[in-house]
């Protein structure tokens, strides 16, 4: 056989048919049942396509005349438009509904925002020191009346207690240090009775003095008692609140200045040192005073209040009546 022969569909069909030895009777026969096998296959390839093609949804769908004919430019639209369909799956209800949420929340946020900054340019405030600010709520002006009749009454109480004291000192300096520690015990009881209306154990008011390089416990009231409480030491020049108190001759709470909060393991709330500067060793603070108080949501106010009003230069008409009586540096040291 030729080589044009043998690579003919006649000669291909052949040289298959003997390589399987089907016999010549056979033949018709298995084409007959190939050629039906290939309908079949088409025809249910075709009716599959069909199917598909019509559960499709959408404007515009492809038909299988477009398929039939080549619509090449329809069909390409068509896969595009479901491109489209599947963004817009995407972006489904439930994620719109999400962002529609999120962005109500933003609004509020927003809102709540410029509310609270309109709400603070109509508040007022306290300005204390060194640098901070306090805001004067209604809570706080309705208790108001209250510490000003508090400090009237500690102002009255405590001058009679020093009028009573400058009376009793003399040129005995040993009876006159026991005068000076009964004097400062009484100003801590009416700290704690008159300013804050307490004679337990949430207020304490203690005394230090200047020693050896040291600001030590001079005397401590708690309440109504004195106290042995141990109070820390704290050495001089050391950037706490007492030296920053004499330098600028002002009373400074803690909670407000806690960069010149020295560590002294407190279990007080807050506390407010007074440094007396018109008393001094070798140019260095010598006496100074703090008030100490738990639970600061029943007296934080008032200590606030205590810086607000400037009580230190209360205090220090007091002391100074003392000291022209009874050199204090001198009578302690």
Known sequence: MGAAGAFSTGGMGKTFISYLSIQKEHVSGILLTLIIGLILSVYISFKKLCVLLKEQSGEKVIRVLDIVLGYHEFIKQYYENRL????????????????????????YLIEFERRMLDQKKGLLFFKLPEQSEIPVTNS??????????????????????????????????????????????????????????????NIRTHFRILRNGQHVKYTAVLGSIISNDKITEIPQNSNSMIDRSF???????????????????????????????????????????????????????????????????????????????????????
């Open 247 to 333: 330098q600028l001759k002002k009373s400074l709470i803690a909670s407000l200045n806690p960069e010149y909060n020295y560590d002294t393991k407190t279990k007080w709330d807050d506390y407010m040192t007074i440094t007396y500067y018109n008393l001094k060793s070798c140019d260095e603070p010598f006496l100074s005073m703090a008030i100490s108080i738990k639970y600061v949501e029943q007296y934080g106010d008032m200590l606030y209040f205590l810086n607000f009003y400037k009580i230190e230069e209360c205090m220090d008409s007091y002391i100074k009546m003392i000291d022209r009586k009874c050199d204090i540096v001198n009578t302690l040291k």
């Open 140 to 201: 706080f002006i309705r208790k108001m009346p209250m510490y000003v009749d508090n400090i009237c009454k500690f102002k009255s109480d405590v001058d009679r207690l020093t009028k009573e004291f400058c009376e009793k000192f003399s040129q005995d300096k040993e009876d006159n240090k026991e005068l000076l520690k009964a004097y400062f015990v009484g100003i801590g009881m009416y700290v704690s009775n008159d300013l804050f209306g307490s004679s337990g154990t």
């Open 84 to 107: 489209n369909d599947t963004k817009d799956i995407v972006e489904s209800e439930k994620i719109k509904q999400k962002n529609k949420e999120l962005e109500q929340k933003e609004e």
